[in-house]
């Protein structure tokens, strides 16, 4: 660079020609030429850099790399894998930086890791969404747990929905959609996904996908258009993928404690109105989101009057111990429908059980595995007729563990008045008055019972009785209301005046004079 810079110097200031520049600097007149004309002087080898510490194995790396062509992309060498097997294999004496140059060098070549060349895009108003699951943890009832994220992001706007879910069920998936149908205002066009099996069946050449049938039925009747992403391109739908993460770092940092899926969704969409105030610099906006979403708004379908009903109907059987079995675990049903064949109404929340057209008894869905979510008050008809099991019944020792003291106490006094089954079906009756007062109230009235030991279901339910009742007292009229009646005004009475009624009393001396 030196001698770059002293050519052009003599030439331009000193003027001093090409001739005399070669024979005082000694360069060719080639290169005084190519310094004249602003090309820079670059070093460039003769001979290829022998490389002998890698030169022996370059053979086994490129093995290795060829045969990653086959293997899925998640499970191909990386730079420190191939390093680590060189030295258990080979005995490889060089430096992983090595190795690691050499394999960067010649998976370019390969075209292992070239990069795709992508093209920037302007998505049409109103025309598109995208939808995607993700993934993250959150602390629900006091219990830390892995939570399901159900995404859905305007291509337009950027305008975002997050739901969260404890499983990706295909009535989470489009009770999912829905909620986000409300929030956007209304239905994109076209909604984008990955392939997904709560929405494909098969998937065919090309962009050819055999649906689930569940799931044509669903987009029908919202009407709009489903397309796929190619597999093993999540890309396709950036924009959403984007979202998962950023809602997991901004929306879950730190990890939420909440009592239940209601309260945590809440605050999500709390999150996700406030991130509509954004503006999305990198697209080049300089509207909010929520801005751009209001235009939009009028461009989006309307959502239907009627939603689409997510309720799975299920037959069942109920067996001896007054259960059925869904999703494999148990809930209970009185004991009237044993053996008997009823109709299950399934939703993403909640369990519900039809005699015919009545409902017998409505749980609140679990999932997992052989989860037991029995009510006590469908077992105590039948623990009435056989109140030797009740200390070991099941939906009562669920009950048991929390339930006041006083509970325990009372057992105990009408077992000792009653004997041990007289007295157990005596509590019995007890607690079956949960079934018509509210629970606060019956342990009032256990209370007040228990102060006047007068143990016993018949003084607990008259307390009820008088604590419910309410005593009407009607004011009087006023004066005006009523002329000639509620004028009228009573004197008291001197009952002095009744003396005068009264006969002397005659003696028998004067009777006979």
Not at 50 to 68: F, Q, Y
Not at 367 to 372: E, M, P
Not at 477 to 487: F, H, S
Request: positive net charge.
């Amino acid at each position: 660079m030196d001698q770059y810079e002293l050519i052009r110097t003599a030439h331009r200031v000193y003027g001093k020609s090409i001739r005399q520049i070669s024979r005082e600097y000694s360069h060719s007149r080639k290169t005084v030429r190519k310094a004249l004309k602003g090309i820079e002087p670059k070093y460039q080898r003769t001979k290829a850099k022998v490389s002998p510490v890698i030169e022996p194995v370059k053979g086994v790396i490129d093995e290795w790399l060829l045969n990653d062509l086959k293997s899925p992309k998640k499970q191909r060498h990386t730079g420190i894998r191939i390093f680590n097997r060189l030295v258990e294999e080979h005995g490889f004496n060089g430096s992983d930086r090595t190795v690691r140059r050499y394999v960067r060098q010649r998976s370019a070549e390969l075209g292992i890791s070239r990069q795709e060349a992508m093209i920037p895009l302007c998505y049409q108003i109103g025309a598109e969404a995208e939808v995607d699951w993700g993934e993250a943890q959150a602390v629900i009832g006091g219990v830390k747990q892995r939570i399901k994220m159900f995404c859905m992001r305007s291509r337009y706007s950027g305008k975002s929905f997050v739901r969260a879910y404890p499983f990706e069920r295909q009535a989470m998936f489009f009770e999912g959609h829905q909620y986000g149908f409300a929030f956007f205002g209304g239905v994109h066009r076209i909604i984008i996904y990955d392939n997904l099996s709560t929405a494909v069946r098969k998937v065919l050449k090309g962009k050819k996908r055999i649906e689930q049938d569940s799931f044509v039925s669903f987009r029908t009747y919202y009407t709009f258009e489903a397309r796929f992403c190619n597999p093993g391109k999540g890309h396709e739908k950036g924009g959403v993928e984007g979202l998962v993460g950023y809602c997991r770092r901004n929306f879950l940092v730190p990890i939420p404690e909440v009592k239940d899926f209601d309260e945590l969704n809440q605050k999500l969409v709390e999150q996700c109105q406030s991130h509509g105030e954004k503006i999305l610099k990198h697209r080049g906006n300089q509207e909010s989101i929520e801005s751009l979403h209001q235009k939009e708004l009028q461009h989006l379908l309307k959502i239907p009057t009627h939603p689409y009903s997510l309720v799975k109907l299920l037959p069942v059987k109920v067996d001896k111990y007054q259960t059925i079995r869904i999703d494999k675990n148990i809930y209970s049903v009185p004991n009237t429908f044993c053996g008997w064949q009823l109709n299950v109404h399934i939703d993403c929340w909640t369990i519900r059980i039809f005699d015919g057209q009545k409902e017998m008894a409505q749980h609140k869905r679990v999932f997992g595995k052989n989860q037991w979510i029995l009510n006590p008050f469908h077992y105590l008809k039948t623990l009435f007729a056989k109140p030797g099991a009740f200390d070991s019944a099941r939906p009562i020792q669920a009950w048991r563990n929390h339930w006041p003291k006083l509970y325990e106490s009372t057992l105990s006094q009408l077992r000792e008045r009653l004997g041990e089954s007289k007295g157990t079906q005596e509590f019995i009756e007890i607690l079956k008055l949960h079934q018509d007062y509210e629970d606060d109230k019956v342990l009032s009235a256990l209370k007040q019972s228990a102060q006047s030991h007068a143990w016993g279901a018949a003084s607990v339910k008259s307390l009820l009785i008088l604590q419910n009742s309410v005593e009407h007292f009607l004011p009087p009229l006023e004066q005006n209301r009523i002329p000639g009646v509620t004028d009228l005004s009573i004197s008291s009475t001197d009952l002095e005046s009744f003396n005068a009624l009264i006969k002397p009393t005659v003696s028998s001396q004067e009777l006979h004079s």
